[in-house]
């Protein structure tokens, strides 16, 4: 174990956490990362058939390539990688974040995610916030009418379990949405 990392861990500060993941070579940037931020769309959809593993691989800042893309707004490279591998959905990033509680500003991202995998409603962060949280918390009250437009129209058989259950979740403060 690096002790280094027994200051950070001491002080439960993630960001010094981050600063010392950029100095291991463990973390390195892949070129999946690479051609995504690059705005290579085509060459990362190549290294995706290639090397598959590479798309769930978190770069130093936390985050695998499809956060990536869309952290940089590269709505058309999101929708591809999405088409070639909807798992990525799923990948939980820094902090635990998926790339719906990462998103709260595109509705139709917003939509596409939760059609792809629908149970992501109930992702949390590591701070046990779910996507409603995190809008209420943003003030992004589009975000929040589309997340819960979901809950409502939601056919899944359990869905009025469902919906009490997000709508009450407590984050590690014990705040729920609808405080």
């Not at 798309?55 to 940089?72: I, Q």
Request: aromatic share 8%.
């Amino acid at each position: 174990m690096r002790p280094e990392l027994m200051r950070p861990a001491y002080h439960g500060n993630i960001e010094a956490l981050y600063e010392l993941i950029h100095q291991d070579r463990p973390f390195a940037q892949t070129p999946l990362h690479v051609a995504v931020a690059m705005r290579h769309t085509n060459f990362a959809l190549e290294i995706m058939r290639l090397k598959p593993s590479l798309s769930k691989k978190l770069n130093p800042n936390g985050w695998c390539p499809f956060h990536v893309a869309l952290l940089s707004n590269q709505t058309s490279t999101v929708y591809r990688l999405l088409e070639t591998k909807p798992e990525l959905v799923c990948v939980k990033g820094r902090e635990g974040f998926t790339s719906l509680l990462v998103e709260n500003d595109n509705l139709n991202l917003l939509c596409e995610f939760l059609a792809v995998n629908p149970l992501s409603i109930t992702d949390t962060t590591n701070r046990g916030q779910t996507a409603l949280h995190i809008a209420v918390n943003k003030g992004n009250t589009r975000a929040l009418n589309v997340l819960l437009s979901f809950l409502r129209r939601s056919l899944y058989r359990e869905a009025l379990y469902w919906e009490e259950k997000v709508l009450n979740w407590k984050d590690k403060n014990g705040d729920s949405v609808l405080l």
